[in-house]
């Protein structure tokens, strides 16, 4: 089955950076769009950014010009590199293989990102 595991998360200050990681296993990697989320507490899980398997990105309009999304098909990874980041970033992210917005398979533990203001 499915099984996706994130790292990189943290604590950091206001205008720091961070790079998140994503190993997915159980599907052809090279074959999948691959998204990023985010739930902050007491909010819903928000779409972040999006890369297709031919390496066409999207963002959400809160993180454009501040995140990269990327892919290494050979590593099975998809990363999310952040950067100035402000305290509304504060949340546990995700990855998820992805339709156009929407999550399509199982969750991951996530892992949590901390801003200090």
């Known amino acids: 089955q499915v099984q996706l595991v994130e790292s990189g998360g943290g604590l950091v200050q206001t205008g720091g950076s961070l790079r998140l990681s994503c190993v997915a296993s159980?599907?052809?990697?090279?074959?999948?769009?691959m998204g990023w989320f985010r739930q902050a507490s007491g909010k819903e899980r928000e779409f972040v950014a999006r890369?297709?398997?031919?390496?066409?990105?999207m963002y959400a309009d809160s993180v454009k010009g501040r995140f990269t999304i990327s892919r290494d098909n050979p590593k099975n990874t998809v990363y999310l590199q952040m950067n100035n980041l402000e305290p509304e970033d504060t949340a546990v992210y995700y990855c998820?293989?992805?339709?156009?917005?929407?999550?399509?398979?199982?969750w991951g533990q996530g892992t949590q990102v901390t801003v200090s203001s």
């Open positions: 890369i297709s398997w031919s390496g066409t990105t």
């Open positions: 998820n293989t992805i339709g156009l917005r929407a999550a399509l398979g199982p």
């Open positions: 159980g599907l052809t990697f090279s074959a999948n769009n």
